[in-house]
């Protein structure tokens, strides 16, 4: 009868044991990931520790649109995971792989800024659609920390308008503490991902 009894006590603590080895075991990412918060909030994941043995050769970045979120990685541990804002309808990031070029930390854009005509502001936006035939001095907006990923424009830059909803023209926006240190960890070459999900 005592036999009977300990058996189920047995497996009743083996499934406990289990259980929290489970829990255990998942990365300090994973469970950043499984927060409830996860595509609202404006933290950053940061591994620390692996950010002391940073190797921008082995640096690889991935965005998924669906989290609105940017991943730093080297080999298999993410060194950081931030918020970024990427292309509204009609405007959408494209997805695939690419692989960054042309960092400029100080670039301006040729699309997006102001039109000015005798020191007076007269039209801001886009300048071939919002702005298309005026005339003046044309200052394109600030893109600090850029990274370009294509031929026709899009890349990653800092911004102070980080959304935690699609919103951009198709450029990947980063809020401006983490485009500097996001700028310092690659190189040109640095493949970045872009998915869906």
Known sequence: M?????????????????????????????KFTQRTDYKQTYDTYSNEAALKTLDRSKTKLRVNKATQRLIVSQDDTVLLDTPC?????????????????DKIADK???????????????CGGHRYEKCRGVSGKFVGSSLPYWQRLTGDGIGLHASNSVKRYPASGGCIRLQPAYAKKIFGMTKSGTPITVTNS
């Open 85 to 101: 804002t990427t292309g509204r309808a009609g405007k959408r990031t494209p997805s695939g792989t690419f692989k960054l070029h």
């Open 2 to 30: 005592k036999l009977l009894l300990l058996l189920p006590l047995a497996a009743i603590s083996l499934l406990t044991s289990c259980g929290s080895s489970v829990t255990s075991s998942l990365s300090s990412h994973e």
């Open 108 to 122: 301006r854009s040729n699309v997006y800024g102001t039109y000015y005509r005798n020191g007076k502001r007269v």
